[in-house]
C-alpha cells in the first residue's frame, strides 16, 4: 500500500513540475518582476506593460516618487481609475513589506468586459501601481493563472 500511494505522489509531482512555464525577468532599479518566457515587454515613458502575444490583456505597471496623495486619499484615487461607484471596503488594504501599504482591487468592467486587478503600494511618497486586465472571455484556467504568477512576483527592491 504504501508502494501504491508513494508512487502515486511521485506520478503527481512529475505532472506538476512537467507543466512549468519558463519565465523571465523584467528588472528595473526599483522593482522586478517575473513573467512567462515569450510573452511582450514595452515601456512608454515608464509605464510598463507585459502581455501575452495573443494581447488579450496585460500587466501594468507604473511607478510615482514624489506624489503627495495622503493614505486617506487612496482608496478613492484607486476606486476613481475605473470610475467605480463601488464602496471604499472593496478596496481590501494591510500592511506589508518594508513599510509599504498595499491595497488590493478587483473591478469588472461589464461594458468592455475586461476583469480588472490593482495592487497599489504606498509608502511616503513613493507609489507603485499595478494592475491586470484580461478579457473576460479569457479570463480562467491557464492565462488566468499566468496573469496571477507574474502578478504576485513583482517585488519592490527597496
Not at 506520478?11 to 522593482?31: C, G, K, M
Not at 509605464?47 to 493614505?71: C, D, M, R, W
Not at 492565462?143 to 496571477?148: A, D, G, P, Q, V
Request: glycine share 4%; proline share 3%; aromatic share 16%.
Amino acid at each position: 500500500m504504501k508502494k501504491i500511494f508513494f508512487g502515486v505522489i511521485l506520478f503527481a509531482a512529475s505532472l506538476l513540475t512537467a507543466q512549468a512555464i519558463p519565465t523571465e525577468v523584467y528588472d528595473r532599479d526599483n522593482y522586478s518582476i517575473i513573467y512567462p518566457q515569450g510573452w511582450k515587454v514595452t515601456n512608454d515613458s515608464d509605464i510598463v506593460n507585459v502581455f501575452p502575444p495573443s494581447q488579450i490583456g496585460a500587466i501594468t505597471i507604473s511607478e510615482y516618487h514624489g506624489l503627495n496623495l495622503p493614505k486617506s486619499e487612496t482608496k478613492k484615487f484607486i476606486l476613481a481609475l475605473y470610475q467605480s461607484s463601488d464602496d471604499e471596503k472593496k478596496v481590501i488594504s494591510r500592511s506589508g513589506k518594508k513599510g509599504y501599504t498595499e491595497y488590493f482591487y478587483e473591478y469588472l468592467d461589464e461594458k468592455e468586459k475586461l476583469v480588472w486587478l490593482t495592487k497599489v503600494y504606498q509608502k511616503d511618497k513613493d507609489l507603485y501601481l499595478i494592475s491586470i486586465n484580461c478579457e473576460q472571455k479569457y479570463w480562467n484556467g491557464n492565462f488566468m493563472k499566468l496573469f496571477n504568477e507574474a502578478f504576485d512576483s513583482f517585488k519592490i527592491k527597496k
